[in-house]
């Protein structure tokens, strides 16, 4: 069943008041407060509490406030931050993954995640404030084993600011983007319809939770809730393309100490028909990630088909060794 834009915006609106009851309850249950913000702060410093702050509550309206800012007066003030990193993608097995037909009447991008042998560059731009655009080039080896939707090129833009209590806008499309496509195929240099439009809310972990997990001056835990709209899919159970794919997740993510993590995302479908077979019901990850200029990140990272147990993986899908273990050299100028 297709949803409508009617229950798309209903979705939208459940939301939005549970991200305000979220943040009423963990508010009353004296939460650490996050730093107030200014709309042009663009430091990638470590969250730390407040020592000005009156009461949580000035912290968090102030960064839902400010969520979506754009610092007009620092233009020509303030340069523009730019983030890149050099990355090498290691499958831990080479097998390969869960088939899609190919139609040539209903043409898609979508598809699981690569499994192969890969390299790829990643530029971030930030022109004002927490406003960027993002591309990444890929470079697969052994061309034989790349499929439909796996892409040349990624591309994503949007608002993600990472203080607590703000709210993200992203649009990002991971799928078979082509510098060269082959109209035989029924390839496009990219499906913009095929994209993923996320609608997201930072907030931390309740205090138990945190007094439990947190041990060091670096230990935290963070959640992220998204509602995430996809305009045109493909339906393997229909075998056609369908529209409005709408599904939620639950990030959450514990930085253990210093630069190392763990980090697990629930997804929940409220059309169950929606979800794919590489569609996971949850996916985690662990490693070290510094995000400072000139330094290594290594990090483990399952996107497969994972599910709970009382739901079927797709052959090939779900394990382990189905992950990818990625290295990265980041730079910040």
Same mark, same amino acid.
């Given at each position: ?41 663009? /430091? $990638? ?20 406030? &400010? ?23 290691? !499958?831990?097995?080479?097998? @390969? ?29 930030? !022109? ?14 052994? $061309? ?11 591309? /994503? ?10 709210? /993200? ?21 990219? $499906? ?59 990030? &959450? ?13 629930? @997804? ?11 569609? !996971? ?15 290594? /990140? ?14 079927? !993986? ?20």
């Amino acid at each position: 069943m297709k949803p409508s834009l009617v229950s798309v915006a209903k979705i939208i609106c459940t939301v939005i008041l549970l991200a305000s009851s979220i943040t009423v309850a963990f508010a009353q249950n004296q939460l650490p407060t996050a730093p107030i913000k200014r709309a042009s702060d663009t /430091s $990638r410093t470590t969250l730390t509490a407040s020592t000005t702050a009156k009461s949580p509550w000035d912290e968090v309206w102030s960064n839902m406030r &400010t969520s979506f800012a754009l610092p007009v007066e620092d233009i020509g003030k303030k340069p523009g931050i730019f983030v890149g990193s050099i990355n090498a993608w290691v !499958p831990l097995r080479a097998v @390969f993954p869960l088939a899609v037909p190919f139609d040539p009447a209903n043409p898609s991008t979508q598809g699981p995640p690569p499994n192969n042998l890969l390299a790829f560059a990643s530029a971030t731009y930030f !022109p004002l404030g927490y406003w960027f655009l993002n591309f990444s080039y890929f470079q697969f080896i052994g $061309r034989k084993e790349v499929l439909p939707w796996h892409p040349d090129f990624t591309y /994503s833009f949007g608002y993600n600011d990472w203080h607590m209590y703000t709210f /993200s806008l992203i649009y990002g499309n991971y799928g078979g983007n082509r510098f060269a496509p082959d109209a035989s195929k029924g390839e496009q240099v990219t $499906r913009f319809d095929q994209g993923t439009w996320s609608l997201g809310f930072k907030f931390p972990a309740p205090q138990f939770l945190r007094s439990a997990l947190e041990f060091h001056p670096t230990s935290n835990v963070q959640h992220l809730l998204n509602l995430n709209v996809i305009p045109s899919y493909y339906n393997v159970g229909t075998s056609r393309l369908e529209q409005w794919q709408t599904f939620l997740s639950l990030q &959450t993510r514990y930085n253990i100490y210093d630069y190392f993590f763990g980090l697990l995302t629930l @997804f929940y479908y409220p059309s169950p028909a929606q979800q794919q077979p590489w569609n !996971p019901d949850f996916t985690y990850g662990f490693g070290y990630a510094n995000w400072n200029s000139f330094t290594v /990140s290594v990090q483990y990272n399952n996107y497969s088909g994972n599910r709970f147990p009382w739901n079927k !993986p797709a052959e090939n899908t779900g394990n382990f060794l189905d992950g990818i273990l990625s290295v990265s050299f980041n730079i910040t100028l």
